[in-house]
C-alpha cells in the first residue's frame, strides 16, 4: 500500500510565526504536491515537485515555499502565517510521468490565530 | 483555462436508491480523469483513472463512466457507509502531472 503522511494532523499557530509542513512518502514516488482545501473553493495546488531539489509554482504559490532535500520528504512552509493561511493542507504523491494517480496523505488542519 | 464542474453539489439518497454523480470538463486535451472520495477530516482516497471516451470501471457499488465531455459516478443501491465527498479531477496533456479538481459532490445516504 502507497503511504503518505504528514507530520501533524491538527496545528494552532499565530499570525508572524513560520510554519512548517512535513510530508513524507515510502513509495519512492518521484513527484509529490501540496494543496490546500477550503469549503466552497475545492483542492488548490500551492507547489510541486518532480525531483529532488526540484520545485514548481502551482495555481497558489503567494506566501508559501517548499523543500525537498530528499526523494521522500517533502516541506511546505509558511514564512510568516496570516489568518487567511488557516485552512486544509493535503499532500500527494504519484509515482512518475507514467503512472500518474495522486496517492494523499491524511491532511493538516492548520489553525492561524 | 481547465475547468472541471461537479454537480449537484450535495445529494441526500435513500439507503438502495440508485443515482449518478456528474463532472463535466473543458480542457485543452485530456490525459485523464480521476475520481476519489474523501471522508471528512480525511486525505481524499482514490477510485479510479479513466483516459478515453467509452472507458468504464467498476468497484463494488461504483462505476464510473468517460465520454468526451464528461464524467458519471454510478452509484448503485448505495449504502450508507458510501455517504462521502466525491472528488473529480482531470490531467491535461503537459509536460506535468498536475491534477485540476472540481469542488466535489457531498453524497448522504440515509437508512
Known amino acids: 500500500d502507497v503511504k503518505v503522511t504528514q507530520s501533524s494532523r491538527y496545528l494552532v499557530k499565530r499570525t508572524g510565526e513560520k510554519v512548517f509542513l512535513e510530508c513524507v512518502q515510502d513509495?519512492?514516488?518521484?513527484?509529490m504536491f501540496w494543496y490546500r482545501q477550503d469549503p466552497g473553493l475545492g483542492l488548490r495546488l500551492i507547489y510541486f515537485?518532480?525531483?529532488?531539489?526540484?520545485?514548481e509554482k502551482g495555481d497558489i504559490p503567494e506566501g508559501y515555499s517548499v523543500s525537498r532535500e530528499k526523494k521522500e520528504r517533502f516541506s511546505l512552509i509558511l514564512e510568516s502565517a496570516s489568518t487567511n493561511q488557516t485552512s486544509m493542507y493535503l499532500c500527494?504523491?504519484?509515482?512518475?510521468?507514467?503512472?500518474?494517480?495522486?496517492?494523499f496523505g491524511p491532511g493538516t488542519r492548520l489553525l492561524v490565530l | 483555462e481547465d475547468q472541471v464542474t461537479q454537480s449537484p453539489e450535495a445529494l441526500r439518497l435513500q439507503e438502495g436508491e440508485s443515482s449518478s454523480l456528474n463532472c463535466s470538463y473543458t480542457v485543452s486535451g485530456l490525459r485523464g480523469l480521476f475520481w476519489y472520495r474523501q471522508d471528512p477530516g480525511k486525505g481524499p482516497e482514490f477510485l479510479f483513472t479513466?483516459?478515453?471516451a467509452g472507458e468504464e470501471k467498476e468497484k463494488e457499488r461504483l462505476k464510473a463512466t468517460l465520454t468526451k465531455k464528461e464524467s458519471f459516478l454510478h452509484i448503485t443501491a448505495p449504502k450508507p457507509e458510501d455517504s462521502a465527498t466525491y472528488l473529480c479531477a482531470v490531467q491535461v496533456n503537459s509536460g506535468y502531472s498536475t491534477l485540476t479538481f472540481g469542488k466535489g459532490t457531498m453524497l448522504l445516504v440515509s437508512p
Open positions: 513509495m519512492d514516488h518521484e513527484n
Open positions: 500527494a504523491s504519484s509515482p512518475d510521468r507514467m503512472q500518474e494517480t495522486q496517492y
Open positions: 479513466l483516459y478515453s
Open positions: 515537485s518532480y525531483d529532488v531539489k526540484m520545485k
